[in-house]
Nanobody, 115 residues
Framework: VQLVESGGGLVQPGGSLRLSCVASGFAFSTYMMSWYRQAPGKERELVAFISSAGGSTHYADSVEGRFTISRDNAKNTVFLQMNSLKPEDTAVYYC?????????WGQGTQVTVSS
């Protein structure tokens, strides 16, 4: 099982980034997917969630209206489009796959929002 995130980097406030998470080794299309983030000195928090077929999504209040989660089950990939980025969005972003008691995490990708 492997989840590999990419797309992080340094961006100015107001800018955009698109994160990707490519999955392998399990039945991706049956798993719910989430993006989490962890800022220095803070606990890991849920950013966004998407159901297995992509028909249901949920966002943290802090990113609602700015971030969009989506998935391509044919490519075993989940995305996080991040617009209007703020310095407080700076964190390591992780993708998570979960189904009942099974959960898999990626290694994370750093997002830094700074001028």
């Amino acid at each position: 099982v492997q989840l590999v995130e990419s797309g992080g980097g340094l961006v100015q406030p107001g800018g955009s980034l698109r994160l990707s998470c490519v999955a392998s080794g399990f039945a991706f299309s049956t798993y719910m997917m989430s993006w989490y983030r962890q800022a220095p000195g803070k606990e890991r928090e849920l950013v966004a969630f998407i159901s297995s077929a992509g028909g249901s999504t949920h966002y943290a209040d802090s990113v609602e209206g700015r971030f969009t989660i989506s998935r391509d089950n044919a490519k075993n990939t989940v995305f996080l489009q991040m617009n209007s980025l703020k310095p407080e969005d700076t964190a390591v972003y992780y993708c998570k796959a979960w189904l009942y008691a099974s959960a898999y995490w990626g290694q994370g990708t750093q997002v830094t929002v700074s001028s």
